[in-house]
C-alpha cells in the first residue's frame, strides 16, 4: 500500500511542533543615527525637504511650536535649557517630530508626550552656561526615514574653525522687525567660528560689559560676521549638524545671539561634547560616537544589536530543527 502521509492527530501535532520552534519574533535591523532620510530659527536660509532632517523635532507649549530639539534615540531629545525659563511641567509640552511644516506635518509625522524635563544642574538662567537640556518621551518612537536619530559625538571630536555645518528650524525668517516664523523648516549652512574670533567679534561695539557676552569652552561659535543669516528666535534648542566621515553629528544647540542676523555677532551654541558625561549619566544607554569608532553608523542602543543577532541566530536553529523533527516523524509513518 502507498504512503498515505501522517494521519491528521499527526499532522497538527506537527503544525503544533513547526509554531512553537519557528514562532520567534523576526529580526529587528537596528536603525542607525545621523543618516538622512533623504539624501541631497533661520535668517537666509532655504526650504528643507520632507525626510532631510529626520532628527529635527518641535517643542510645542500648549499646542504651539515654542523650540527646536535633536532626537538623540527612539526616547530621548536634546534641546536648550532656556526654552523652559517660564515653565517646565512636562504636561505642557509635546514634541512633534517627522515633520516638514508645522500646518500640515504630514502621515509620516508623530505628536509624543513628554514624560521629563531635564535641565543642565549648571544653567542659572542667564546663557552663560549650561544652556542644555534632555527630554524623556513618554513612549519610545517607532523609527523610520522621516524619525532618526542624529550622532551625539564623543570628547574626541573637533569641530574646527571652517568646518561647515547645518542649522534647521522653523524660527523667525526675517532679520528686521515684522518678523514671521517659518511654516516650513529652514536650514542654513553656516562655518564654525573659533573661540577665540568670536569672542572678538562680539567685543566689537559692544556696550555691554564683557562678562555678559563672554564665549566659554562649553559654548561653539557659527556663522558670518556679515550677519544677514543666521539661527533666530524659535530656533532655540534646535540642532549644529555636522557632517563627518559618513554621518551627520550634533555640535552644538541653538542657544544665544546679540540679534538675529546682526554683523559681528555669530550665533551660539551649546557645545555638545562638552557635555559628554552629564548626558551619559542621564542617558546610559546612549552610545557616543567618535572618529575612532570603526562603524559610524553605530545603533543607538547596542542591545538592539546583540537582541538582534540572537534572534536571527535563534531562528535559523529553530527552523533546522524543526524541518529534523518533520523528517522524522514523516519516516515514521511509512
Same mark, same amino acid.
Given at each position: 500500500?502507498?504512503?498515505?502521509?501522517?494521519?491528521?492527530?499527526?499532522?497538527?501535532?506537527?503544525?503544533?511542533?513547526?509554531?512553537?520552534?519557528? &514562532?520567534?519574533?523576526?529580526? *529587528?535591523?537596528?536603525?542607525?543615527?545621523?543618516?538622512?532620510?533623504?539624501?541631497?530659527?533661520?535668517?537666509?536660509?532655504?526650504? !528643507?525637504?520632507?525626510?532631510?532632517?529626520?532628527?529635527?523635532?518641535?517643542? /510645542?507649549?500648549?499646542?504651539?511650536?515654542?523650540?527646536?530639539?535633536?532626537?538623540?534615540?527612539?526616547?530621548?531629545?536634546?534641546?536648550?535649557?532656556?526654552?523652559? &525659563?517660564?515653565? &517646565? &511641567?512636562?504636561?505642557? =509640552?509635546?514634541?512633534?517630530?517627522?515633520?516638514?511644516?508645522?500646518?500640515?506635518?504630514?502621515?509620516?509625522?508623530?505628536?509624543?508626550?513628554?514624560?521629563?524635563?531635564?535641565?543642565?544642574?549648571?544653567? %542659572?538662567?542667564?546663557?552663560? @552656561?549650561?544652556?542644555?537640556?534632555?527630554?524623556?518621551? %513618554?513612549?519610545?518612537?517607532?523609527?523610520? +526615514? *522621516?524619525?532618526?536619530?542624529?550622532?551625539?559625538?564623543?570628547?574626541?571630536?573637533? =569641530?574646527?574653525?571652517?568646518?561647515?555645518?547645518?542649522?534647521?528650524?522653523?524660527?523667525?525668517?526675517?532679520? /528686521?522687525?515684522?518678523?514671521?516664523?517659518?511654516? $516650513?523648516?529652514?536650514?542654513? #549652512?553656516?562655518?564654525?567660528?573659533?573661540?577665540?574670533?568670536?569672542?572678538?567679534?562680539? *567685543?566689537?561695539?559692544?556696550?555691554?560689559? +564683557?562678562?555678559?557676552? #563672554?564665549? /566659554?569652552?562649553?559654548?561653539?561659535?557659527?556663522? =558670518?560676521?556679515?550677519?544677514?543669516?543666521?539661527?533666530?528666535?524659535?530656533?532655540?534648542?534646535?540642532?549644529?549638524?555636522?557632517?563627518?566621515?559618513?554621518?551627520?553629528?550634533?555640535?552644538?544647540?541653538?542657544?544665544?545671539?546679540?540679534?538675529?542676523?546682526?554683523?559681528?555677532?555669530?550665533?551660539?551654541?551649546? +557645545?555638545?561634547? !562638552?557635555?559628554?558625561?552629564?548626558? *551619559?549619566?542621564? $542617558?546610559? %544607554?546612549?552610545?557616543? $560616537?567618535?572618529?575612532?569608532?570603526?562603524?559610524?553608523?553605530?545603533?543607538?542602543?547596542?542591545?538592539? $544589536?546583540?537582541?538582534?543577532?540572537?534572534?536571527?541566530? =535563534?531562528?535559523?536553529? !529553530?527552523?533546522?530543527?524543526? @524541518?529534523?523533527?518533520?523528517?522524522?516523524?514523516? /519516516?515514521?509513518?511509512?
Amino acid at each position: 500500500m502507498g504512503y498515505q502521509g501522517p494521519g491528521p492527530g499527526r499532522r497538527l501535532l506537527l503544525l503544533m511542533l513547526l509554531q512553537i520552534l519557528t &514562532n520567534v519574533e523576526p529580526s *529587528h535591523v537596528p536603525r542607525v543615527c545621523g543618516k538622512q532620510g533623504f539624501l541631497s530659527r533661520i535668517v537666509g536660509g532655504k526650504d !528643507s525637504r520632507d525626510g532631510e532632517w529626520p532628527w529635527q523635532v518641535s517643542i /510645542k507649549l500648549n499646542g504651539e511650536h515654542h523650540c527646536g530639539g535633536s532626537l538623540v534615540t527612539d526616547r530621548w531629545i536634546i534641546t536648550a535649557s532656556h526654552c523652559f &525659563n517660564q515653565l &517646565n &511641567n512636562p504636561s505642557n =509640552f509635546t514634541v512633534l517630530v517627522g515633520a516638514l511644516k508645522l500646518s500640515d506635518p504630514g502621515p509620516h509625522s508623530i505628536i509624543a508626550s513628554v514624560g521629563r524635563i531635564i535641565l543642565n544642574p549648571t544653567y %542659572e538662567g542667564d546663557l552663560r @552656561t549650561g544652556d542644555i537640556a534632555l527630554i524623556q518621551l %513618554e513612549q519610545r518612537l517607532p523609527l523610520s +526615514r *522621516h524619525i532618526n536619530p542624529i550622532c551625539v559625538p564623543s570628547a574626541n571630536i573637533n =569641530f574646527l574653525p571652517g568646518h561647515t555645518c547645518w542649522v534647521t528650524g522653523w524660527g523667525n525668517i526675517q532679520s /528686521k522687525e515684522g518678523r514671521q516664523s517659518s511654516d $516650513i523648516l529652514q536650514k542654513l #549652512e553656516v562655518p564654525i567660528i573659533s573661540t577665540n574670533k568670536c569672542n572678538a567679534l562680539y *567685543h566689537q561695539d559692544s556696550k555691554q560689559p +564683557r562678562a555678559t557676552r #563672554e564665549i /566659554k569652552e562649553d559654548m561653539i561659535c557659527a556663522g =558670518f560676521a556679515a550677519g544677514q543669516r543666521d539661527a533666530c528666535q524659535g530656533d532655540s534648542g534646535g540642532p549644529l549638524a555636522c557632517w563627518m566621515e559618513g554621518s551627520w553629528y550634533l555640535a552644538g544647540v541653538v542657544s544665544w545671539g546679540d540679534g538675529c542676523a546682526q554683523k559681528n555677532r555669530p550665533g551660539v551654541y551649546a +557645545r555638545v561634547t !562638552s557635555y559628554q558625561q552629564w548626558i *551619559h549619566s542621564q $542617558i546610559p %544607554e546612549l552610545e557616543l $560616537i567618535g572618529t575612532n569608532t570603526k562603524n559610524h553608523g553605530s545603533t543607538v542602543n547596542n542591545k538592539n $544589536i546583540s537582541n538582534s543577532a540572537s534572534t536571527s541566530s =535563534f531562528s535559523f536553529i !529553530s527552523f533546522f530543527i524543526a @524541518t529534523i523533527v518533520l523528517l522524522l516523524l514523516s /519516516k515514521q509513518t511509512l
